[in-house]
């Protein structure tokens, strides 16, 4: 019956139960390894709950979140910052003004050539003069002027009205000016910050034994970058603002020509006499 079975199934057994005995022999202790077990129920939760999940040993806490206006005034600092501040209330107040002054009330008033023609129909020169020296507007005081020359003759009197739109003229040029300004400083002083905040950053560069950390030079860029968008923040609204009001006042000067040589037209043959 023996013979039957095949010497590979006899030899493995024999094989096997020499080499542990061989192992045993040689001091070799063998452990079977036991499936692990499962925690307890009351290792896991406590009396209120779920245990929190331990922190793993040597983590690093995390590091604070900046606000975006915080973390822009860093990079700013006093001087940058008032200085755009300082250039932005400015351009503020200069939009206000030059935005008032640019009204049709202010310039070209409708009452005013109204009431002007109305006392040149009636013949009243007299009416006519103080209506137009009591309007503080462009065209009032043009009128006023040509008329108060009037008498000296009707090229005196239009060159009268040319001087003074002339001068205001100029007057609400120069006070718009001043927003194309703000409009070329606000971008050069971005570009100092730009510059001012690379040299810092290339500085640490240079002057550290060591590999600088991201965050060391983070700083420097940050400056460099803070003060260029603001720089452009406040430049192109400025410069916007300005085109559009230099685009509506000159054509409300030119409206004030037109009808002040309109209104005046009517004196071309006066050659002396009172107006």
Partial sequence: MLSRIPRRFVMAPTVSLALVAALAGAGVTI?????PMAPAQDD??????????????????????????????????????IVF???????????????????RDNICPVHLIEGFEG????????????????????????LSAG?????????QAIEAMQEVGEE????????????AL????????????????MIRSFSIIATSPTTPKPSELAAGISTALFTTLIG???????????????????????????????LMSRFENVGGGKK
């Fill in 44 to 81: 896991v939760l406590d009396a209120g709950g779920d245990a929190p999940a331990a922190a793993p040993a040597g983590a690093q806490p995390a590091p604070p979140r900046t606000s975006y206006l915080a973390w822009a005034f860093e990079a700013l600092g006093w001087t940058y910052t």
């Fill in 182 to 197: 703000i409009g070329t400083i606000s971008p050069m002083v971005g570009l100092f910050g730009t510059v001012d905040g």
């Fill in 232 to 262: 452009l923040f406040i430049a192109i609204p400025a410069i916007a603002v300005y085109n559009i009001l230099r685009n509506r006042i000159a054509r409300l000067v030119l409206e004030v020509g037109i009808l002040s040589e309109g």
């Fill in 119 to 142: 006392h040149l129909n009636e013949k009243r020169y007299q009416e006519a003069y103080e209506l137009a020296k009591g309007d503080d507007s462009f065209l009032g005081q043009v």
């Fill in 168 to 179: 205001e003229n100029m007057k609400l040029d120069h006070r718009l000016s001043y927003m």
């Fill in 85 to 103: 501040l300082s250039l932005s209330f400015t351009m503020v107040a200069l939009f206000v003004m030059n935005f008032l002054s640019a009204r």
């Fill in 147 to 155: 008329l108060a020359k009037l008498s000296a003759g009707y090229a």
């Fill in 31 to 35: 452990h079977l390894a036991a499936p």
